[in-house]
C-alpha cells in the first residue's frame, strides 16, 4: 500500500508536465520512446541476463509490452479523437476491469471487489464529468483499449510474481522495459514525426518522466501491486485523478473545482479504507 501512496504522488506531477512542456511540441511516439529507454536503461544494469530463464523473461517482455508500450500507443491516439476532459473522464473505468480480470483468471466472481472498484469509479466521475458532445464514440473505445491493456498488464504481473515468488523484482524488471521498448520502438519507426526537443527545459522533463516517473514509477506501482489486494489495486488506480488534479492547481494554477475535488477524492480514499479494513477482519 506505502508503494502504491507514493507511485501515486510521484506521477500526479506527470500530467502537469506532459501538458505544459511537451503536448504539441514534442512528437508523442518520440516522447513515449524516449521513457521507456530511459526506464529501461536504470534497470538493465541489475538483470541477470544468465540465470534468467527463457520462459520468465518473455512473460515479462509481454507484460511490459501490454502494459506499458500499447497502453501508450491506444493513449496517445486518443488524443487525436477526443478532448483532454474526455480522455481523462474515460480512462476512470480501469478499476473496473482489474477487478474481472482478476476474478476471472482467478476463476471465481467478487461482487466485493467489483463493488470497491464500482465506488472509486463513482469518485473519479464526480472529479472529471464534464458535458460531452459531439461523436465520442470511437474516442471512447480507443481510451478503453488503454484501460484495458493497463489493467491486464497489473494483474498479469501481480498474478505471475504470486507464482514467482523467489523472483528478486527489480532483477527481473528490465525485462518488462524491454518488451515495452520493442513496442515503443515499432510505432516511432512506423508513425513517428520529426519534432524533437528544442529546449533544455524539455529534454530534463523527458529525463524526468524517463528515468523517474516510467523507471521507478513503474517498478514501484507492479511490486505494490503484489502486495495488495485486487479491490484495494482497483481502487488506486483512480486515486491519481484527485493527486493530478491538485498538483496542477498548486503548482500551475489551472482552474479545478475544489468541492468536486474534494468529494470525489474522500469517495476513492474511502473506497480503499474500506477495503483494507475489510481484508483485517478476514485476515487476508
Do not use: H
Amino acid at each position: 500500500m506505502p508503494l502504491l501512496i507514493f507511485t501515486t504522488i510521484l506521477w500526479a506531477f506527470s500530467f502537469s508536465l506532459i501538458g505544459v512542456y511537451l503536448a504539441g511540441q514534442v512528437d508523442s511516439y518520440f516522447s513515449v520512446l524516449t521513457r521507456v529507454l530511459l526506464a529501461a536503461l536504470v534497470f538493465l544494469p541489475l538483470l541477470q541476463w544468465r540465470r534468467c530463464d527463457p520462459r520468465t523473461a518473455l512473460s515479462l517482455m509481454a507484460i511490459g509490452a501490454i502494459q506499458l508500450g500499447l497502453m501508450y500507443l491506444f493513449y496517445y491516439q486518443s488524443f487525436l479523437l477526443l478532448s483532454v476532459p474526455e480522455v481523462l473522464l474515460f480512462t476512470i473505468f480501469t478499476p473496473v476491469y482489474i477487478s474481472l480480470l482478476y476474478d476471472l483468471l482467478a476463476g471465481r466472481f467478487s461482487p466485493w471487489n467489483l463493488f470497491i472498484a464500482a465506488l472509486a469509479v463513482f469518485g473519479a466521475a464526480i472529479i472529471r464529468w464534464d458535458s460531452l458532445d459531439g461523436s465520442y464514440w470511437l474516442g471512447f473505445a480507443v481510451v478503453q483499449g488503454a484501460n484495458l491493456c493497463f489493467a491486464i498488464g497489473q494483474v498479469a504481473y501481480k498474478q505471475f510474481m504470486t507464482r514467482e515468488q523467489a523472483l528478486p523484482a527489480r532483477q527481473t524488471f528490465g525485462w518488462f522495459f524491454l518488451g515495452a521498448a520493442l513496442v515503443a520502438t515499432v510505432a516511432w519507426l512506423a508513425f513517428g514525426k520529426p519534432q524533437y526537443p528544442q529546449t533544455a527545459l524539455q529534454w530534463g522533463v523527458l529525463l524526468w518522466l524517463g528515468l523517474v516517473a516510467s523507471g521507478l514509477g513503474y517498478f514501484l506501482w507492479n511490486k505494490g501491486a503484489t502486495q495488495v489486494s485486487a479491490g484495494t489495486l482497483a481502487a488506486m488506480n483512480n486515486a491519481l485523478i484527485p493527486a493530478g488534479l491538485l498538483v496542477n492547481l498548486l503548482i500551475w494554477n489551472r482552474d479545478a473545482n475544489l468541492a468536486r475535488l474534494a468529494l470525489g477524492g474522500t469517495l476513492i480514499a474511502a473506497a480503499v479504507i474500506v477495503n483494507e479494513w475489510r481484508n483485517k477482519q478476514q485476515g487476508i
